[in-house]
């Protein structure tokens, strides 16, 4: 990983195996805390290509269409995305994900 985070304090956020066409609560910060998320991970554990999406709310509002860092994102059977994120969050911020099938698993790494 780059930028500004000791990468010794890097821990697993959140870990999901997503349902399918429902978007889930991955991650939310505490009251009183701010988080750093240094890292996304997707795992597509099936042998056929899918898409996914990834969206930060402030305050745990309802996801709008301004929230989305990644938005039917396609990935390949068998694959792994990754993505470097670096952004720090307030307390009640809300990390989302939605795939269309059941067979993503996202990891949310960072500094809680």
Sequence with gaps: MIGFV????????????CPASI??????????????IAEL??????GVATSFRFSISKLGQPTATTDYFYF?????ANDTFASEIQVTLNPF???????PSANLTFALMGVP
């Design 23 to 36: 978007e889930t609560l991955l991650y939310q910060v505490p009251a009183g805390f701010r988080s750093f």
């Design 41 to 46: 991970s997707v795992c597509n554990r099936s």
């Design 72 to 76: 039917g994102t396609p990935i390949n």
């Design 93 to 99: 911020d809300a990390v989302r994900v939605f795939t």
């Design 6 to 17: 000791d990468n010794q304090n890097v821990v697993i956020l959140a870990q999901l195996a």
